[in-house]
T-cell receptor, first 112, second 114 residues
Framework: AQSVSQHNHHVILSEAASLELGCNYSYGGTVNLFWYVQYPGQHLQLLLKYFSGDPLVKGIKGFEAEFIKSKFSFNLRKPSVQWSDTAEYFC??????????FGQGTTLQVKP | DGGITQSPKYLFRKEGQNVTLSCEQN?????MYWYRQDPGQGLRLIYYSQIVNDFQKGDIAEGYSVSREKKESFPLTVTSAQKNPTAFYLCASSSQELRPGEQYFGPGTRLTVT
């Protein structure tokens, strides 16, 4: 069965620190990859996505993610976090079933 | 202003009662989904519907039922058979034609059963 694993469950950073959230998936075929974010009190919204082409994708608010096929990974990065980045982040994979499979989520807390 | 609405935001029920959660979208999306979100478990798919009058079970369908009589609406009923119904429920929709694979989410309903 397809699965998604997010390595970090709770991350605490100071403002201006760099961020990398890990995401690995288990499916070996063609995948579409997503990062969603859920800010406190807000809807879950799409941060960025990868379908094909350049494995380095850029999303909203300065986030980017790199698809490394050989490592089955799609890690999320941001060079310098802000207090407003405090949120829960979900990695998701769409494989051959057509369904989105979500990771467990990572709660990011940024201290001002 | 297009989007997905879920009501109510908070819902309280006694054990043994069925409860129906509402989900409406005006995005003209064909597909709709119900997820359950529990701390540390991410989102798990309950049911999904790719077209009106058709729906399929997701990964955790037991104790839930749905209907899709209209394109805009996809209500979820949490039955008394669901052993652990207290959770945050999210509805989503997507369009395979417009943005394949990308799902839009509603604000969620937090259900508490005591």
């Amino acid at each position: 069965a397809q699965s998604v694993s997010q390595h970090n469950h709770h991350v605490i950073l100071s403002e201006a620190a760099s961020l990398e959230l890990g995401c690995n998936y288990s499916y070996g075929g063609t995948v579409n990859l997503f990062w969603y974010v859920q800010y406190p009190g807000q809807h879950l919204q799409l941060l960025l996505k990868y379908f094909s082409g350049d494995p380095l994708v850029k999303g909203i608010k300065g986030f980017e993610a790199e698809f490394i096929k050989s490592k089955f990974s799609f890690n999320l990065r941001k060079p310098s976090v802000q207090w407003s980045d405090t949120a829960e982040y979900f990695c998701a994979v769409k494989g051959n079933t057509g369904k989105l499979i979500f990771g467990q989520g990572t709660t990011l807390q940024v201290k001002p | 202003d297009g989007g997905i609405t879920q009501s109510p935001k908070y819902l309280f029920r006694k054990e043994g009662q069925n409860v129906t959660l509402s989900c409406e979208q005006n995005l003209n999306h064909d597909a709709m989904y119900w997820y359950r979100q529990d701390p540390g478990q991410g989102l798990r798919l309950i049911y999904y519907s790719q077209i009106v009058n058709d729906f399929q079970k997701g990964d955790i369908a037991e104790g839930y039922s749905v209907s899709r009589e209209k394109k805009e609406s996809f209500p979820l009923t949490v039955t008394s058979a669901q052993k652990n119904p207290t959770a945050f429920y999210l509805c989503a929709s997507s369009s395979q034609e417009l943005r394949p694979g990308e799902q839009y989410f509603g604000p969620g309903t937090r259900l508490t059963v005591t």
